[in-house]
């Protein structure tokens, strides 16, 4: 089992920034990648960022590309991401989620935080 807990929330103006963690327990060691989706009142969830363990490769969805950064601390099992120029759309509950397969790195993540709001005020 994995244990993931966010946090780094809260509220921000636009154009602001705010930067989110996930710290992960458990067998990690058999992770293969971590990511963030999030999830806006009355839409689906959807894939933001994730980072592979190994070789750090990275990938964003196009909504979000040149504004965050997802990036890892293998010592301390945590995952970060750092979102510039927020926009009032970016408001959402965000979640991070942990991989044990390779695979694609969209889709098909095996563990769930809680997730942690992020508002973005116009």
């Known amino acids: 089992q994995v244990q993931l807990v966010e946090s780094g929330g809260g509220l921000v103006q636009a154009g602001g920034s705010l930067r989110l963690s996930c710290a992960a327990s458990?067998?990690?060691?058999?992770?293969?990648?971590m990511a963030w989706f999030r999830q806006a009142p009355g839409k689906e969830r959807e894939f933001v960022a994730a980072i592979t363990w190994r070789g750090g490769s990275t990938y964003y969805a196009d909504s979000v590309q040149g504004r965050f950064t997802i990036s890892r601390d293998n010592a301390k099992n945590t995952v970060s991401l750092t979102m510039n120029s927020l926009k009032p759309e970016d408001t959402a509950v965000y979640f991070c989620a942990d991989k044990i397969a390779p695979g694609v790195l969209t889709t098909w993540y095996d563990y769930w935080g809680q997730g942690t709001q992020v508002t973005v005020s116009s």
């Open positions: 458990g067998r990690t060691f058999s992770s293969y990648a």
